[in-house]
């Protein structure tokens, strides 16, 4: 999907800005006349995304960066294991869960505008850590009673991220089946590309104040 210029500009704090989504997104951000801050550590503060300004602080403690969210901004919360697994539960519980409590409770603090957040499709047969780990994460939100929009995806297809194009005609045969076709579809892949678009949508068109938006892989992919 091509986008022309966004006519509201915003203010953007991306968290995992440095990452496999996050200096994509923030490029597009940036080109579409977004003002976004990236939440970098110390020792990244020279690899923030070019156009954007840096914030020193660590994801996991909201304390180390809170005071630089404002009541205008747009939370994105990108931080995550890479190349999440199996063998990666106590990661999801050292990384993933504790960081997007700190962007929750940034958000609270500063009355946010609008948080948002990638989870992943659920429920699914494989992946139980990383599922109750994100599913914590959107309970989190919930309960602190943010504005948010909260995408779904299930694998993202990139650089460095591309075995799973080996899965696509399973994926074919499994919508030809009416048993098998809503999974299917629910834990679809989608392109490093759709998922950017889709975060870009996201924060140029938040949901009504004090509600939810949950944006699932069909609409994921045809952003």
């Not at 550590?41 to 020193?56: F, W, Y």
């Not at 098998?180 to 924060?203: F, I, P, Q």
Request: proline share 8%.
């Amino acid at each position: 999907m091509n986008f022309s210029t966004s006519s509201t500009s915003r203010d953007v704090f991306v968290t995992g800005s440095t990452g496999y989504i996050g200096r994509r997104l923030i490029e597009a951000l940036i080109a579409r006349g977004h003002r976004v801050r990236a939440l970098v550590r110390a020792e990244s503060a020279g690899r923030a995304p070019a156009g954007a300004t840096a914030v020193v602080g660590n994801a996991l403690d909201a304390s180390t960066f809170a005071p630089a969210v404002t009541a205008a901004d747009t939370i994105v919360h990108l931080v995550g294991t890479p190349h999440p697994s199996p063998s990666k539960a106590a990661e999801f519980q050292r990384v993933d869960l504790p960081s997007i409590l700190a962007s929750v409770e940034a958000a609270r603090r500063a009355r946010a505008a609008h948080l948002v957040y990638v989870s992943v499709a659920h429920p699914a047969p494989v992946m139980q850590a990383y599922i109750e780990a994100r599913s914590a994460g959107e309970r989190a939100i919930q309960e602190a009673g943010l504005t948010a929009t909260i995408l779904r995806p299930w694998y993202v297809l990139g650089p460095g991220h591309r075995w799973p194009y080996l899965l696509v005609p399973f994926y074919a045969m499994a919508r030809l089946i009416p048993s098998k076709r809503e999974s299917a579809e629910r834990l679809g892949l989608v392109t490093l590309r759709r998922m950017v678009d889709a975060l870009v949508r996201a924060v140029e068109n938040p949901p009504p104040a004090g509600t939810i938006r949950i944006v699932e892989v069909p609409e994921i992919q045809s952003s």
